[in-house]
C-alpha cells in the first residue's frame, strides 16, 4: 500500500547529509537581516525623492475597499480641519517602523515598489517651501488612494469649529459678525450717551466690527494665512 508523500521529509532526503554541518546559521540569519534592513534602507529612501508616478500597480481583489478614498473625499476633509495632503518627502518627523512594515507587507503582498506615497496631515508637521494625526496613502489611480497607515494621536475635537472660519469668505465674514456682536454686548449701556438706542447699538457694532475686521486682516497678511480650499494640497508655506 502506498502512503502519502511528507513533502519536507523528502526534502530531508534530497538534501546532503552533510548540509546541516557546512550551514552557517548565524550567517543564513544575518543574510536576512541585511536583506530586511535594504528593504527598509530602500524605502525610507524613497521617501525623500521626488516621485512622477500617479498610480501603484495593484491587486483589486487584495485591497481592503474600507481603505480606498477618492481623491474628493481627502480634499472635503482637508478642507473641513486644515490639514495638507502632500508627497511624503515634505513630511518633517521620522516616517514610524510600522508604517515601513506596511509598506513592505503591500510591496510583497502586490509584487511592486510603492510610489507617489503621500500624507495627510497638519500643516506644521510638514517642510513648506516659503511662497498630529499623520495618514500615508498610496495612489491606485482613477484619483483613488489606498490608506497604507495611520499613527499619532486623534485630532482634537473641535478642531473642526476652530478652523470653520478658514473654509472661505462666507464662513470668516460670518464668524467676525457673531464675535463683533458678542463684543458690542459686552460695552455698558450709556457708555456714549446717557439715553441707550438701538441706533446706538448698531453704531457700536459697526465700530467693533471694523476693528475686529482689521485685526482679522492684520493676521491674515501677517501670517500669509489663506483658506482651506486652497492649501490643502499646497506645498507652500504662503499658499
Same mark, same amino acid.
Given at each position: 500500500?502506498?502512503?502519502?508523500?511528507?513533502?519536507?521529509?523528502?526534502?530531508?532526503?534530497?538534501?546532503?547529509?552533510?548540509?546541516?554541518?557546512?550551514? +552557517?546559521?548565524?550567517?543564513?540569519?544575518?543574510?536576512?537581516?541585511?536583506?530586511?534592513?535594504?528593504?527598509?534602507?530602500?524605502?525610507?529612501?524613497? *521617501? !525623500?525623492?521626488?516621485?512622477?508616478?500617479?498610480?501603484?500597480? *495593484?491587486?483589486?481583489?487584495?485591497?481592503?475597499?474600507?481603505?480606498?478614498?477618492?481623491?474628493?473625499?481627502?480634499?472635503?476633509?482637508?478642507?473641513?480641519?486644515?490639514?495638507?495632503?502632500?508627497?511624503?518627502?515634505? *513630511?518633517?518627523?521620522?516616517?514610524?517602523?510600522?508604517?515601513? !512594515?506596511?509598506?513592505?507587507?503591500?510591496?510583497? !503582498?502586490?509584487?511592486?515598489?510603492?510610489?507617489?506615497?503621500?500624507?495627510?496631515?497638519?500643516?506644521?508637521?510638514?517642510?513648506?517651501?516659503?511662497?498630529?494625526?499623520?495618514?500615508?496613502?498610496?495612489?491606485?489611480?482613477?484619483?483613488?488612494?489606498?490608506?497604507?497607515?495611520?499613527?499619532?494621536?486623534?485630532?482634537?475635537?473641535?478642531?473642526?469649529?476652530?478652523?470653520?472660519?478658514?473654509?472661505?469668505?462666507?464662513?470668516?465674514?460670518?464668524?467676525?459678525?457673531?464675535?463683533?456682536?458678542?463684543?458690542?454686548?459686552?460695552?455698558?449701556?450709556?457708555?456714549?450717551?446717557? +439715553?441707550?438706542?438701538?441706533?446706538?447699538?448698531?453704531?457700536?457694532?459697526?465700530?467693533?466690527?471694523?476693528?475686529?475686521?482689521?485685526?482679522?486682516?492684520?493676521?491674515?497678511?501677517?501670517?500669509?494665512?489663506?483658506?482651506?480650499?486652497?492649501?490643502?494640497?499646497?506645498?507652500?508655506?504662503?499658499?
Amino acid at each position: 500500500m502506498l502512503n502519502p508523500v511528507n513533502v519536507r521529509r523528502a526534502l530531508d532526503k534530497v538534501r546532503p547529509s552533510d548540509s546541516t554541518n557546512s550551514l +552557517n546559521v548565524e550567517a543564513f540569519v544575518q543574510s536576512i537581516w541585511n536583506s530586511e534592513e535594504e528593504e527598509k534602507s530602500r524605502i525610507k529612501n524613497a *521617501f !525623500q525623492k521626488k516621485s512622477e508616478s500617479i498610480e501603484n500597480t *495593484f491587486d483589486l481583489d487584495l485591497l481592503e475597499t474600507e481603505r480606498i478614498y477618492s481623491l474628493e473625499t481627502i480634499k472635503n476633509v482637508c478642507t473641513d480641519y486644515r490639514l495638507r495632503f502632500l508627497d511624503v518627502r515634505y *513630511f518633517k518627523p521620522e516616517i514610524p517602523e510600522e508604517a515601513v !512594515q506596511e509598506i513592505r507587507f503591500l510591496e510583497k !503582498q502586490h509584487g511592486t515598489e510603492l510610489q507617489g506615497l503621500k500624507i495627510m496631515a497638519p500643516s506644521k508637521l510638514f517642510r513648506l517651501e516659503d511662497k498630529d494625526d499623520p495618514l500615508l496613502f498610496a495612489p491606485i489611480g482613477n484619483g483613488y488612494y489606498y490608506l497604507i497607515h495611520q499613527w499619532g494621536n486623534d485630532l482634537h475635537p473641535l478642531r473642526k469649529l476652530m478652523v470653520w472660519p478658514m473654509k472661505g469668505m462666507i464662513e470668516l465674514a460670518l464668524t467676525l459678525c457673531v464675535l463683533s456682536l458678542a463684543l458690542t454686548y459686552l460695552v455698558p449701556d450709556g457708555l456714549f450717551s446717557k +439715553n441707550s438706542s438701538s441706533a446706538e447699538f448698531w453704531l457700536v457694532f459697526f465700530f467693533v466690527f471694523k476693528c475686529v475686521v482689521a485685526i482679522a486682516l492684520y493676521y491674515g497678511f501677517a501670517r500669509s494665512k489663506n483658506f482651506n480650499p486652497f492649501i490643502w494640497n499646497s506645498k507652500y508655506f504662503n499658499a
